[in-house]
């Protein structure tokens, strides 16, 4: 997930702010980072989002 997606990310349930914990990125070409793992974290509503391979699992947990 490129941090210039980060920037444009809500919480699928409250519409909150997203924190991101990032365990492992890289730096792409552009200079940008990339993000491989880590999570997001809504703390308006408790909900916590796994990021892994670059792409962010946004599905509401009682959808799963």
């Known amino acids: ?11 699928p349930v409250c519409k909150g ?3 991101l914990t990032v365990t492992e990125k890289r730096q792409l070409e ?3 980072d990339d993000v ?3 999570s997001l974290f809504c703390e308006k509503c408790n909900a916590d989002y796994k ?14």
Do not use: A, V
Request: aromatic share 2%; proline share 6%; with cysteine.
């Open 30 to 32: 552009n200079g940008e």
């Open 51 to 64: 990021i892994s391979e670059g792409i962010p699992d946004l599905l509401p947990k009682n959808l799963e």
């Open 1 to 11: 997930m490129k941090m210039s997606t980060y920037e444009l990310l809500c919480c």
């Open 36 to 38: 491989l793992e880590g």
């Open 17 to 19: 702010d997203l924190k």
